[in-house]
């Protein structure tokens, strides 16, 4: 929302001060004295250059024949000719920095000096800038001194990969920036030019050995250093400063465009430099649309802020993750592939069609993938075929779902066409390996054809991103894995920005304060000076060491390297020396709280130099920082200086507090979702259990008593371990969102394994073919590992492994869960016979042999009340004729049973009901008899093969169903107080966080008198 400029005296410069940068008075002094001559400005890039130019013409000096250049420039246009001559191509940044990875893969192994760190993106980019710097330098890789490195290694690993880079360069016909100096410098030599211009650098920057040479010949000799602000001056510029802090990096941008649309300053008079452009470019970029401020970004934006650059990430995830659909499903449902460019007839919408990949259960794998869609699509079919009204539906509604079921199935048609096409853009890999261009070449054709465009910056990263990968396709032939190749392309677009441009008129610019503040703005803002961000963390350059620098032009002399000595230095130099050379105004901010991690930030050292300078106290510390500076700016502000609607209204609410304050009613009246919020918060804190907390009005049909619905007993445990997330899981039916990303280390989930493992053992005992009665095990180790073979290859099939290490694992623990359960039952078996297994009762059970049945057992309660239990029974053991044993298998650990509080409360009651239900079974099957032992066997590595039965209670276990039951009836889902309840749930995220439901639920069963309905549980819990 733009507003009209207020008058809110609240911008914190001081009065605008227009005095020029010293290098820019330096240049209107040459143009003042030379006015007509050609004059050739160098500055260490265009970009700075025209910004100092720019700078000149708005100070009123009139300049003609000025001319800007950069050494890089100028080398090309000296060596460029011979270049275009010879058929020879220059590499790009994301090229080169592709042919130092290649070179690196090709010559370090796993014990190389950088052989641990090859794999490092981090240790390529340093590579490919030491090259660049030796290369600059005019040394050779031969004239490097074995006697400057500790390690030797170290030396020989950095010759190798340079003979491997130059042979790659010399094998696509390319020449990199280092070559282009060296064949300008060359050239020059040898025919040498006449200059008539005078040549100015502009201000004290470093140039390497050949590059001074490239200017001195350039030049013919006329060449000049520009005075410029050195960074000693700094303290004189910073002592006028204003700091500002703010609540995130976010409200650090907001505060700034507050105060400058509030001021009403004139756009091209500002610029905002960061410490971390990658951070700050996208929160501007973002908030300036919003707000349609226009603004330029030296950097550009990242690409992989825009949706292209999203898409070609996910893309890419996908491939190198082996088609992991869990990939390409986040890939779609952020709305990243333009559906309807790519379903003209009509589309789905993303989000559905994220949920049939999803309900497809592709998990990974090319050919998985469309295997496991036509399967989707064929349960869609069936569903559609199969509909049939249901009890308590009438024509309309059986029409409306079967629309509903055609559309599922409509989805899932598209979404089996998209994966299709884009399962035909990958190569297919040859020995397991592929061309980085061939899957470049794919990435290229995924953006062209299925990225979604919206809006200019995502045209021009989609152009970006195409060119990009048009640049890759050229490198000569590297074969590697589908894996290397997705992380060297993701590499290169996280090294993509897109929109760059310098200071324009009528803008607002934002930039690194590396190659900011040329421009003569009269407002500059420094922002994200906090530690975290600012001097930065890393000691020197990893590949060549200052001690190794000095080794080395020891021995190069006259050539020689620059010393880097510590990152942190040189960015600390590198923001003195913006700081001297800015004029104007200055402000500089940081954020002192992470929004995502929610924790304080604290403020750099160069923030704290600053305060120190403004207060003019030289010994002022953090803490007398954080005591003089206003409070952070964040999401509330003043009325007056709110950016949009939401800050106005926000504001409304700020005095005294925001829950009382005089516009809280009006927004809660506009915003009843948010009245509701208030009302379930303070109901929460207080000591009534409301509907808020969860109780429920018409708990009608959940009480089994009176249901007639069978119940099971991993109901009634979820239950009895906290009622609330039963309210989420059983009554609402909520279930959290399936993850169906693939750990590539893991095999087959916990449920998965516990019923493998359950199959295996039923088998053995159950199997027509050489059943046992009384295992042995030297006799029937093979029996069962044959029969856990099987298992295991079954499934195998259904769900392959994502590599053998996890299919090895998987099976290593098979099998010593099946070793266990042998020796176990050997000695078990001595006194028992095992009799039945799987013994299923209640509808939808699958075995039902007596004494199995279909229909569910009646468990009575006394007092006439009773319910349905159905389940199955894993195993009854014959103890003496009509004495049976019931265990049930556990294939965890044994943490959750083997203790009998654990069982308090009804969180372990499936041994009692089992035991009573099997005794109903018997007697309907005609042959009574006497449940004498009821417990769990964890038959698993984790479990030891340990036996649990806890002895038989009845009528304890009546009263605990009771006031289960009790709870149900009155519609009473309180929140477990017991922290440890939480530890398996999956609903932490939906019910206000463990800590502080139990505080509040402990506090709503201490109130006795008032919340009658939860006497039930306190019975359950007694405290
Ligand atoms: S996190 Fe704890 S309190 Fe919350 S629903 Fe789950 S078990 Fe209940």
Redesign the pocket.
Known sequence: MRRPVSTQPVLPFEAEERKLPRLVESLAEVCRQRPLDEKVLIAPSRFIGHQVAEALARSGTPWVHLRVESVRSLAHSVAGPSIADEGLSLLSRAQALALVEQACAETLTGSAYFGELSARPGLHRAIQNTFDELKSAGISPDALPESAFGDVRKIGELKSVLAAYESLLAKGKFVDRADVLRRAVLGLRESPRVADALYLLAGAFDLSATEAELVERVSGGHVRRLEADGPESWTDNASRATLFRALGEENEIREILRRLLAEGISLDDVEILATDPATYAPILYELASEHEIPCTFGQGIPATFTRPGQAALGYLRWLGRDFESEELREVVAGGLLDLARIFPGGAPGPLPAARELREARIGWGRERSLSALDLHIARRVAEVDSARRRSDEDDEDLNARIVWLKERFATARAVRDLVARLLALPPEPVDGKVELRAVARSASAFVAGFARIAGDLDAMASSALQGLFGELETLPVTRLSVAEAASRLSDAVRGLYVAADRPRPGRLHFGDYRSGGYGGRSKTFFVGLDSRRHPGSGLQDPVLLDEERRGINAAVAPRELAMRGGRPAENLLALRSCIARVRGEIAVSHACWDLLEAREQFPAAAYLDVFRLVSGDPTADYSDADRALPAAAGFLTEAPKALDETEWWLSRTREPHLAGGRGAPAVRAAYPWLADGFTAEEARDGVAFTVWDGLIRDPIGLDPRTSGRPTSCSRIQDLA??P??YF?KRVLQLQPPEDARADPTIWLTPLERGTLLHEVFRRFYADQVGAVERPVYDRDWKRIETIAGEEIAKWRAKTPPRSAAAFEALRDDVLVSCRIFLLREEEHCRDVAPRWFEVGFGPSRESTEPPGDPEAVRISLGGGGSFLLSGRIDRVDEESPGAYQVWDYKTGSSWDTSEPERGRGGRRIQDALYAEALEILLVRAGSPGSVVKSGYFYAGRRGEGERFAAPRNPAVTRETLTNLFDLLRAGAFP??PTEE??SI????K??SG?DL??RR?ENKLREEAGNAVLLPYRRLNPS
């Not at 749930?985 to 932490?988: I, N």
């Open positions: 371990r906290c609330y997330s989420v929140h477990t309840d939480c749930c999956d609903f932490a939906v019910c463990a439901a139990g639920a």
